[in-house]
């Protein structure tokens, strides 16, 4: 596909009238799991790709001028692709924890945690390690909500739930000093330097380390994002 083929509400995987906060949350979500600095070098150039096609549809699709004319002529004014090292996502501190504010407790939340119980089949472990911000202090509450859920006929109780979670969990445990390794070598490329966020880059990567195609159907929160200069330039979409 030539970058005159790209139809952007695909790229972000968000429908022709979704509403900007949809865009948005589509946005940060592709943007934080597909970032280059997070892949290895064998999968470096492919990212770069995705990453630049990722942030260019932002780019059109949160401007409501851009938007409208993209939707009327199928074209593009305006803006060019370039290499996407000049667009790398700026994954400020205050954008983290923005994320994790507007996640945590939320209705996506719910709906993630119950999807992932069913993927899971009841697995506690794997069940933290998917959820965004997944964190052993918060087991009681995804506990709660699995239980309702359950007591409502909403999911069904699986044996493995609640069963050997201290076990469970001291595994988990000895991947934490690897983790936190990764997310301390993401935080200095991201320009994150506090402690606490580097703890919310764990969890993040963690996600990302074991998230699956279903993964893209949820969608989280805003990025801050800062752009390189648009020069002129006409693309047709397909």
Known sequence: ???EDLDLYEILGVSKDASQNEIKKAYFKLALINHPDKHGEDLKEEQNK???DIVFAYS???DE???KSYDTTGQVEGNEFVDSEE????LTAQAIERFKTEYIGSEEEKSDLLRIYTACRGDILRIIDEIFFG???QIDRYKAIINEAIEEGKVKKYRSFEKNIEEKLQKRRKNIE???KEA???AKKLGISTVNNEDELVALIRSKNSSKEDKFDSFLSNLEEKYAKPKSKRQKRK
């Open 178 to 180: 690897k983790e936190a």
């Open 60 to 62: 059109i699709l949160s």
């Open 135 to 137: 964190d052993e202090s």
């Open 1 to 3: 596909m030539t970058k």
């Open 65 to 67: 001028y851009k938007r």
């Open 50 to 52: 995705m990453f630049q």
């Open 87 to 90: 667009y790398k996502a700026q």
């Open 184 to 186: 301390e070598e993401v």
